[in-house]
Structures are given as structure tokens and as C-alpha cells.
């Protein structure tokens, strides 16, 4: 079996080893995941993981009995399985194992650090569903002090690191930043100039101390990891032993995600983001607009048009249909060119119906301060450069705003929308050069629970300049949204199973439906009236109640939105 599994992975034929499950009936749980396993055309497969995607749909990942065993010994990489953990969330970092990623570089020497943690004080309106209670408790608290993770799920590197990186995966540019994955590993790494930061601020001092109490020479040290980031590093006594670890088990760096060496300059918008706001009919009409321009020069049916619509002019790299339309005008004649076009366009007509407005703006990764991680990691005051409702993105920059709209997905209510101001700072300008393609955002205000508990290992951050969105935007509490903690166990796999079973199946796009109903229920109602208000507090606890169903994965028991809502 370790033959089998340790040698490279493009060599592995998967479909040999691996099958997914899927339990239609919780009642058939059981039966497939005991220790007897299952059987398909005479191959016995016993349970291996349940991955966050896989139990959101109801399956779960089986392994080739003989090779199972083996297989959870190396994922296992050595760690102490005396340290207690929440079982869902040892779950969720054994199936990062199974993440699609490229290999890359090792770095000479990691440092793994504290999380930079800030305090700042803010008004919120706090829902707490209480188990046992029928309807969540709704407090408006004005002024209360919070803490944020500025430092939640991402990690620094060299700048001369990431170059390598770029050659090690084959790409022209260096890159604004990668999804890391390792054993127990995951989070985004950005290039900055540490050893510039050192000797700057740090009076000189390279020795730092590592979250072990190791001291460090920060000099020799290629990559900065945070304790978000590396899961289990409490299971570990040394960056030393977690190296040979991960190394002994076949374990390296790879990434799942790189960001773009460009980034788009407009961007479809979706429903979630438009309907919690109060738009007139002249709003509307000057929302609609560009996309109706563009539909209606795509229908005018002139080459150059064409072209722009489908998005040829700059990506005429295809080997497609489309590659065959902007090599030659002549393509435009052809019939079964000419009617996918138009069923292009019809798409695109229905899409607009339903939200899907063409807006300048983009999707870009976001990042907390990384110049107030080092100020942490250096024993500093930490201050940032950024500073309440403050971002720092050069693709704005470069454009001359100076405010912007910024929405994640899933959203449900209008508390979920934040209106940023871009620092055009020469200091931000300078520490953050690395980082073009990246959105950043200030520790010091509510951004994270407001934008639905976003943190910084890979979330995506859709921004636009768009007037009808800044002019409408109103500013409004961040939903806090009372969390509870599973306990911490020495993990078994009886209590993996269960919170596999636990897990199962996913709500959050229901939810999400849900209070899209709401809202068109409640757009029939005077805004002063009782049904108007009640309607109000349920769309904000929607919010809870997406969290909720993903803290259900996690193994935190929380209550459902009651059924007659």
C-alpha cells in the first residue's frame, strides 16, 4: 500500500483507490460506514473523509479497504493525537487532503506566528437563537468593543520566494498572492518585504520568537505562517518536527489558487447584491442602462461589436468556435455561429431580468493589513496603515477612485454591504507594490461580520465604482451573529462519523431564497407598519441563519428558521 500511495501523484490512477458515496437516506448511514464497509463489483471500500463540498451534497469519499488504513497514517502526518480537537473541524482538515492543487518550491525556512488580534469598538445589532428558544433575541448594542483576526487564514513571504514560486508552477509574473496547502495547512501567501520591514521598524533585530518560543533568524526564513493557517501546528513541538513530519508522510507545498496578473474591468452583478436596496424607477433605469447598451450594440450584428460582446478583443486565446470568429470576419455568416450568438444574447437578456447587470468592478482576493501582522509579529504597537473604513486596492488606484461599494456572497440583507474608502497613502503605495491584484482591508472595524463572517484565506470580494450603488448605499449596523464552540475532544472515529452524519446536506442557498421571498413580501407593506418591521428583523436574522447551517457542518448544534416563517 505505501508503494502504491507514496509515489508521484500523476502516477496514481485514482478511480482505483477512491469512490464517492452518496447517502440518499441518513437511515443508510450506518450500513455504509461500518466497519465492514461496502462492496461494488467485488471491491470491498471502507469511509475515508467526508469533505466540506462532498457532505453538502450528501456523499462522502471511500477508500480500497487495503489501502485505507495506510492512507490515515500518513494523513494523520505524525501530529499528537493526544492534543484535543472539535472532531468536525479535524474532519475538515484531513480533506484538505483532497484539494485539486500544483506543487511548488520549498521555502528555505518557515517562521510560524501568534495571529495579530485588534480591538476597536463598534455599534451592532446581536442575534442569539439560545438553543431551545423559538425566535433569535434582537439587541442593538451601541459601542461595543470587538476583536478582529487581522491576520485570519493568510501568511507572508519573500519577495524573491514568490518569484520562485512563479517559476516552480510555470507562469510569466510573479504573483499578487497563492492559496497555500500542506499538512493541516490552508491560507492565502502574499509577497512582502520582510527583511525592508526588520530593519526598518525592528531597530535590526532578525530574531524573532515562533509560536513554540523558538527564537527565529528572521533572515533565513523564506515564509511567515500564521496559527490560522496551519490548523494543528498545538500538535507539533517545533517547526522543526512538523517539516520532517509532513516531509516523512509524502506531504508538500502546493497552491489551489493564484491570483490573476490582471484583473477584469467590469463584472456581472447578482440579485443578492442589489435586493436589499431602495431603488427609484429613475435609479433603476440608470442601473440598467450600460447592459442594455451593450445587448443592443451585440444586436446590431457589425463584427467589431460582436467581438467586444463575446469578449474576444481581449482574450482571443480559444480554441473554439469563438477563436475561428476573430481570426476571420468572414465566421459571421456562418449559420451555426450566427445562432449560437443569438442564443447568447438571449441569455444574457434573461440574465439581465433577474440581476445579472454588467457594472464596472470585479472580484478580487482579500487580505487583512499584512503591515500590521509584522508590526504584531515584531512585539510592536499595532497600528496598520489602514485605518477604520479604509481599503487599499491599486486596480481602484489606478483608476482615481476614492470610495467603493464591496459585496460578498452569500448575502441576505442590506447590513451586509460596506462602502470603503481607498487609502491612496505613498506608505500604502510602497508596502503593499507586491500585492496589485488584492483587495486589503483595515482591522479596525466590522468589515468581517458584516461581509457574513469573511476571513482572509481565499474569500472573494466583489467591488464596483458604480454611482447608483454608492449613491444608494445606506450605512448600517453589522449583524453579530452569537457563536458557539463545539467541544474539544481526543478524536475517534465514532465521533467523526457522527459529525459526518451531522453535516449532511446544505440549506444555505434556501435560506438565501428564503429571504429573497421576504423581501418581496415585505415590499408590499408601508414602511412604518408592523408587518413592514416583523418582516425587517427576519431578513436580518437570515444572516444567522446561514451561519448557522455552516457552523452545522463544523459540528456546533444550532437551531433552523422556524418552519412557519
Same mark, same amino acid.
Given at each position: 500500500?505505501?508503494?502504491?500511495?507514496?509515489?508521484?501523484? %500523476?502516477?496514481?490512477?485514482?478511480?482505483?483507490?477512491?469512490?464517492?458515496?452518496?447517502?440518499?437516506?441518513?437511515?443508510?448511514?450506518?450500513?455504509?460506514?461500518?466497519?465492514?464497509?461496502?462492496?461494488?463489483?467485488?471491491?470491498?471500500?471502507?469511509?475515508?473523509?467526508?469533505?466540506?463540498?462532498?457532505?453538502?451534497?450528501?456523499?462522502?469519499?471511500?477508500?480500497?479497504?487495503?489501502?485505507?488504513?495506510?492512507?490515515?497514517?500518513?494523513? &494523520?502526518?505524525?501530529?499528537?493525537?493526544?492534543?484535543?480537537?472539535?472532531?468536525?473541524?479535524?474532519?475538515?482538515?484531513?480533506?484538505?487532503?483532497?484539494?485539486?492543487?500544483?506543487?511548488?518550491?520549498?521555502?528555505?525556512?518557515?517562521?510560524?506566528?501568534?495571529?495579530?488580534?485588534? $480591538?476597536?469598538?463598534?455599534?451592532?445589532?446581536?442575534?442569539?437563537?439560545?438553543?431551545?428558544?423559538?425566535?433569535?433575541?434582537?439587541?442593538?448594542?451601541? @459601542?461595543?468593543?470587538?476583536?478582529?483576526?487581522?491576520?485570519?487564514?493568510?501568511?507572508?513571504?519573500?519577495?524573491?520566494?514568490?518569484?520562485?514560486?512563479?517559476?516552480?508552477?510555470?507562469?510569466?509574473?510573479?504573483?499578487?498572492?497563492?492559496?497555500?496547502?500542506?499538512? =493541516?495547512?490552508?491560507?492565502?501567501?502574499?509577497?512582502?518585504?520582510?527583511?525592508?520591514?526588520?530593519?526598518?521598524?525592528?531597530?535590526?533585530?532578525?530574531?524573532?520568537?515562533?509560536?513554540?518560543?523558538?527564537?527565529?533568524? *528572521?533572515?533565513?526564513?523564506? !515564509?511567515?505562517?500564521?496559527?490560522?493557517?496551519?490548523?494543528?501546528?498545538?500538535?507539533?513541538?517545533?517547526? @522543526?518536527?512538523?517539516?520532517?513530519?509532513?516531509?516523512?508522510?509524502?506531504?508538500?507545498?502546493?497552491?489551489?489558487?493564484?491570483?490573476?496578473?490582471?484583473?477584469?474591468?467590469?463584472?456581472?452583478?447578482?440579485?443578492?447584491?442589489?435586493?436589499?436596496?431602495?431603488?427609484?424607477?429613475?435609479?433603476?433605469?440608470?442601473?440598467?442602462?450600460?447592459?442594455?447598451?451593450?445587448?443592443?450594440?451585440?444586436?446590431?450584428?457589425?463584427?467589431?461589436?460582436?467581438?467586444?460582446?463575446?469578449?474576444?478583443?481581449?482574450?482571443?486565446?480559444?480554441?473554439? =468556435?469563438?477563436?475561428?470568429?476573430?481570426?476571420?470576419?468572414?465566421?459571421?455568416?456562418?449559420?451555426?455561429?450566427?445562432?449560437? *450568438?443569438?442564443?447568447?444574447?438571449?441569455?444574457?437578456?434573461?440574465?439581465?431580468?433577474?440581476?445579472?447587470?454588467?457594472?464596472?468592478?470585479?472580484?478580487?482576493?482579500?487580505?487583512?493589513?499584512?503591515?500590521?501582522?509584522?508590526?504584531?509579529?515584531?512585539?510592536?504597537?499595532?497600528?496598520?496603515?489602514? $485605518?477604520?473604513?479604509?481599503?487599499?486596492?491599486?486596480?481602484?488606484?489606478?483608476? %482615481?477612485? @476614492?470610495?467603493?461599494?464591496?459585496?460578498?456572497?452569500?448575502?441576505?440583507?442590506?447590513?451586509?454591504?460596506?462602502?470603503?474608502?481607498? %487609502?491612496?497613502? @505613498?506608505?500604502?503605495?510602497? =508596502?503593499? +507594490?507586491?500585492?496589485?491584484? *488584492? !483587495?486589503?482591508?483595515?482591522? =479596525?472595524?466590522?468589515?468581517?461580520?458584516?461581509?457574513?463572517?469573511?476571513?482572509?484565506?481565499?474569500?472573494?470580494?466583489?467591488?464596483? &465604482?458604480?454611482?447608483?450603488?454608492?449613491?444608494?448605499?445606506?450605512?448600517?449596523?453589522?449583524?453579530?451573529?452569537?457563536?458557539?464552540?463545539?467541544?474539544?475532544?481526543?478524536?475517534?472515529?465514532?465521533?467523526?462519523?457522527?459529525?459526518?452524519?451531522?453535516?449532511?446536506?446544505? +440549506?444555505?442557498?434556501? *435560506?438565501?431564497?428564503?429571504?429573497?421571498?421576504?423581501?418581496?413580501?415585505?415590499?408590499?407593506?408601508?414602511?412604518?407598519?408592523?408587518?413592514?418591521?416583523?418582516?425587517?428583523?427576519?431578513?436580518?436574522?437570515?444572516?444567522?441563519? +446561514?451561519?448557522?447551517?455552516?457552523?452545522?457542518?463544523?459540528?456546533?448544534?444550532?437551531?433552523?428558521?422556524?418552519?412557519?416563517?
Amino acid at each position: 500500500a505505501n508503494k502504491i500511495l507514496c509515489q508521484p501523484i %500523476n502516477k496514481i490512477d485514482f478511480s482505483k483507490i477512491f469512490i464517492q458515496i452518496v447517502i440518499d437516506k441518513k437511515t443508510d448511514f450506518a450500513r455504509a460506514t461500518s466497519k465492514k464497509g461496502i462492496t461494488v463489483n467485488g471491491v470491498n471500500y471502507r469511509r475515508f473523509v467526508g469533505t466540506t463540498g462532498g457532505l453538502k451534497n450528501n456523499t462522502l469519499l471511500f477508500c480500497r479497504s487495503e489501502y485505507v488504513d495506510e492512507l490515515n497514517r500518513l494523513c &494523520n502526518c505524525k501530529r499528537n493525537k493526544k492534543v484535543k480537537l472539535v472532531p468536525a473541524k479535524y474532519e475538515a482538515y484531513k480533506a484538505l487532503t483532497c484539494s485539486a492543487s500544483q506543487p511548488i518550491c520549498n521555502p528555505k525556512r518557515i517562521l510560524v506566528v501568534r495571529d495579530c488580534i485588534t $480591538k476597536y469598538f463598534a455599534d451592532v445589532i446581536s442575534l442569539d437563537d439560545g438553543i431551545g428558544s423559538s425566535e433569535p433575541q434582537r439587541t442593538i448594542v451601541k @459601542d461595543k468593543e470587538l476583536e478582529n483576526n487581522v491576520s485570519d487564514g493568510f501568511n507572508l513571504c519573500t519577495i524573491e520566494y514568490m518569484q520562485r514560486v512563479a517559476d516552480s508552477l510555470g507562469i510569466h509574473y510573479a504573483p499578487s498572492g497563492v492559496c497555500l496547502r500542506n499538512a =493541516w495547512l490552508k491560507g492565502m501567501l502574499y509577497p512582502f518585504p520582510i527583511i525592508e520591514f526588520i530593519e526598518k521598524f525592528n531597530n535590526g533585530n532578525y530574531f524573532i520568537e515562533d509560536i513554540w518560543g523558538n527564537l527565529q533568524d *528572521i533572515r533565513e526564513c523564506e !515564509m511567515i505562517v500564521t496559527e490560522s493557517s496551519l490548523k494543528l501546528w498545538s500538535a507539533y513541538n517545533s517547526i @522543526d518536527d512538523y517539516i520532517s513530519s509532513y516531509k516523512e508522510c509524502g506531504y508538500e507545498f502546493a497552491v489551489t489558487k493564484i491570483a490573476p496578473e490582471e484583473l477584469e474591468e467590469s463584472q456581472e452583478l447578482n440579485y443578492q447584491y442589489l435586493q436589499s436596496y431602495d431603488f427609484s424607477d429613475d435609479d433603476i433605469k440608470e442601473l440598467c442602462e450600460p447592459t442594455i447598451n451593450i445587448l443592443k450594440k451585440s444586436m446590431g450584428g457589425d463584427y467589431s461589436s460582436t467581438l467586444n460582446f463575446l469578449g474576444l478583443v481581449e482574450n482571443p486565446e480559444l480554441n473554439t =468556435w469563438q477563436a475561428a470568429l476573430y481570426e476571420s470576419e468572414y465566421m459571421l455568416g456562418d449559420p451555426y455561429i450566427i445562432d449560437t *450568438i443569438h442564443r447568447y444574447i438571449k441569455k444574457k437578456i434573461s440574465g439581465a431580468k433577474i440581476g445579472k447587470l454588467i457594472v464596472d468592478g470585479n472580484y478580487q482576493i482579500g487580505s487583512g493589513d499584512p503591515f500590521a501582522l509584522m508590526q504584531s509579529i515584531c512585539g510592536l504597537e499595532v497600528t496598520g496603515i489602514l $485605518k477604520q473604513d479604509e481599503c487599499y486596492s491599486k486596480f481602484w488606484l489606478d483608476k %482615481n477612485e @476614492d470610495d467603493i461599494i464591496i459585496l460578498r456572497s452569500p448575502m441576505t440583507s442590506h447590513n451586509n454591504i460596506r462602502h470603503c474608502y481607498i %487609502n491612496s497613502s @505613498d506608505e500604502a503605495a510602497y =508596502w503593499y +507594490q507586491y500585492m496589485n491584484t *488584492i !483587495m486589503i482591508i483595515n482591522g =479596525w472595524d466590522s468589515f468581517c461580520m458584516a461581509e457574513n463572517g469573511c476571513d482572509w484565506d481565499g474569500d472573494i470580494l466583489y467591488s464596483t &465604482n458604480n454611482d447608483v450603488l454608492r449613491r444608494k448605499f445606506v450605512k448600517l449596523p453589522a449583524i453579530e451573529c452569537v457563536q458557539r464552540n463545539a467541544e474539544k475532544v481526543i478524536v475517534s472515529e465514532k465521533d467523526i462519523k457522527k459529525t459526518n452524519k451531522d453535516g449532511m446536506g446544505n +440549506q444555505v442557498g434556501t *435560506i438565501t431564497n428564503r429571504v429573497t421571498a421576504m423581501m418581496e413580501v415585505q415590499s408590499h407593506f408601508p414602511k412604518d407598519s408592523k408587518e413592514y418591521s416583523e418582516l425587517e428583523y427576519r431578513i436580518e436574522c437570515g444572516q444567522l441563519y +446561514q451561519q448557522n447551517e455552516l457552523d452545522r457542518i463544523k459540528g456546533i448544534i444550532a437551531s433552523p428558521m422556524p418552519k412557519y416563517w
